[in-house]
């Protein structure tokens, strides 16, 4: 009896067929945001690499200002 009622419970279980329409729609919505991931761990890498040179170019134009002119 055990027996079948283990066997009844894991029939029930187990998935129908779902015989559904996955229209393009979806598919195109994927892509969309699948881009903007890209896109956004492209630039926060290229904000990261940027950063130092970043600072060393303001460093330069600041001592660049800060000292004297001869005058």
Do not use: C, H, Q
């Not at 393009?24 to 945001?33: A, R």
């Not at 699948?34 to 950063?51: D, N, R, S």
């Not at 600041?62 to 001869?70: K, M, V």
């Amino acid at each position: 009896m055990l027996r079948y009622l283990i066997l009844l419970v894991g029939l029930l279980l187990l998935p129908a067929v779902a015989e559904a329409y996955i229209g393009p729609g979806s598919g195109i919505g994927l892509l969309g945001s699948l881009w903007a991931w890209l896109v956004g761990i492209f630039v926060v890498l290229m904000a990261i690499l940027f950063w130092p040179l970043r600072w060393a170019l303001r460093r330069l134009r600041a001592r660049r200002n800060d000292s004297p002119s001869g005058e």
